[in-house]
């Protein structure tokens, strides 16, 4: 993929407005003007590209095609999946979705598809196939965009033989394997054949989390293997072509890091909640996803699929941002590894669902609305950023952050079933880092950890197969490795590990016993000191026996007063620490500040940033970002070239509020 510019577009729907093709011209003209450079076409247009079936119409496509070229912009083209013709719903009913309780969807809204029957699969190639044939050597094809946002489930009888198939294969078409695995004498809930099991249900099997675990891998395979039957034919036809799909913050439908492997670039759909005051828990909270998604293809650049230039419609309540929110919020994602901004939508849709939705033209249809005009800024300010497109970038430090054990820290029956909230702590955890400005990639537990200097895994409860031995490489050859609570409890069938947690030999790494699990009320804390301050431990707290670790913190009330709270071991080369409980934020900023003097860390920024302020580096650019509403200073000891005025900054920058400024030495 040649790419020299930040590509900056969006959804764009011109076949809404077949009847009014003035308004086509229109939007090249406000295109032009709001400098945006692509547009992606075609995501729910399969009944306008085959009205009837077998009956193929392109003329309109080929219009918007050319017009795109003729002005300059690159066609991200989409296939159609998301979205079916009402004729193939009513003729093959099967491509409609089964819900839980086994009733048949009708035909309506989006994303109903059964993952599994193969008349939808084979349509689908088709007409996948017949848009790579016709545009495989249009100059505007730049990439493709498959289907739109895939979620959700089926539970038809095509999905679950599909389904009984599928653990044939994983428990080697052994049954008793399978029992045995799922445990299935409990309650005896024993199988004799394959034939014999269903899918979750909440008037069926609910209770058997090995069951629940395989349900999601399977429905997640099914989603990937969709994918790769729907690419298919566009590799075949339009190889140079690179394929994407948008994916969703923190979405745990797919286990994404496995669809991205089937991808030339991952892409996703950012639609923070920002407010007009304080948006600094947000600002970590997007970094975080943003980081997320560039680990996934190794710290290559990401796009920026789709956000809103101003509200959505979807909220219970959609306040509107002011202006240099949007801006701030495109700017954080170039700086964390996009190589594109990308708005649903380019206009408002006159009717239907998202007819409120914020868009770039409004339904005034003028650029003479505060919206265009943040976006038109927009639009001048990217070019000057295009140093950073190709720009990989690698943390030192890495937060775990696993689909799977996502699925099972949510299925477990035990300890406490409110605010589990696995995503929110890992979250927690890369704050210390994001206020920092210390580059922190977001990886999964099984990913390789030799390139990190530091390696926090919150509560990870669940190891896959080869994850203990990584860990104990990782810490022998010198890595240093935090786990916090309830870690390495069971396998990947949700089997318990036998003979202490935590399991699979990893008591010896981490010199300690995890022998008991408190869960505390929502009002209760547990005071805990901790290198000579103190803390509130809240949620979930461990109760350690110390088999050789060194203890670096302590309970100090309730009637474990007095056991460790916080350890580290020495094994070989590395260091293992566990932090035994869930801490308030200030444990979890003191500990990470200690842990970054300690193995020298440094950020990006080499003075203190002020609260709320994040840096980031990409390519030889640093971008400093308010996500604050009050101006701030940030003292700057270093010279730099601020690049988009060409000002020299030194001793200190000011940033207004929602500021940022985009620096180079
Ligand atoms: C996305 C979806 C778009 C549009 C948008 C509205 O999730 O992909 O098609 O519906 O939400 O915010």
Known sequence: MKQEHIIYGGDYNPDQWIRTKEIWSEDMRLMDLAGINSATVGIFSWSMLEPREGEFDFSWLDEVMDMLHVHGKKAILATPSGARPVWLAKKAPEVLRVDESGVRNEYGVRHNHCLTSPVYREKVRLINRKLAERYAKHPALFMWHISNEYSGECHCELCQQAFRDWLRREYHNDIDELNFKWWNGFWSHNLSSFDEVSSPKYRGENHVPALKLAWNRFVSDSHISFLENEIAPLREITPDVPVTTNMMRLFKGIDYRKMAEKLDLVSWDSYPSWNNTDNTEEGNAIAFVHDLFR??????????????????????????????????????????????????????????????????????????????????????????????????????????????????????????????????????????????????????????LAPYDLVIAPFLYMLKPGVADSIRRYVGGGGRFVATELFARVDRDDLCFLGGFPGEGLREVFGVTAEETDALPETERRAVRYNGRDYAAHTVCDLLRADGAKVLGTYENGFYAGTPAVTVNGFGKGRAYYAAFRGEESFIDDFCADLIEEIGLTGVWPDQLPDGVSAVERGDLVFLMNFTSEPKRVPSSGTYRNVLTGDTVSGKTELPPFGYVVLTR
């Not at 801006?327 to 994602?333: D, G, K, T, V, Y």
């Not at 696995?422 to 994001?434: E, Q």
């Open 295 to 448: 680990s996934m293809k190794g710290g290559k650049p990401f796009f920026l699929m789709e956000s809103t230039p101003s509200i959505v419609n979807w909220k219970p309540v959609n306040p509107l941002p002011q202006s240099g929110i949007t801006e701030l919020s495109s700017i954080q994602a170039v700086a964390h590894g996009a190589d594109s901004v990308q708005y649903f939508q380019w206009r408002a849709s006159r009717g239907g669902h998202e007819k409120f939705h914020g868009a770039v033209v409004d339904h005034t249809g003028t650029e003479h609305t505060r919206v265009f005009r943040d976006a038109a800024k927009i639009g001048q300010v990217l070019p000057k950023l295009d140093a950073v497109v190709g720009k990989e970038t690698r943390g030192r430090v890495a937060i775990v952050n696993d689909c799977e054990n996502a699925w099972a820290t949510d299925i477990f029956c035990g300890f406490f079933s409110e605010n589990r909230d696995y995503d929110g702590v890992c979250t927690a955890w890369h704050k210390p880092f994001w206020k920092r400005g210390v580059p922190t990639d977001v990886i999964e537990s099984d990913a390789d």
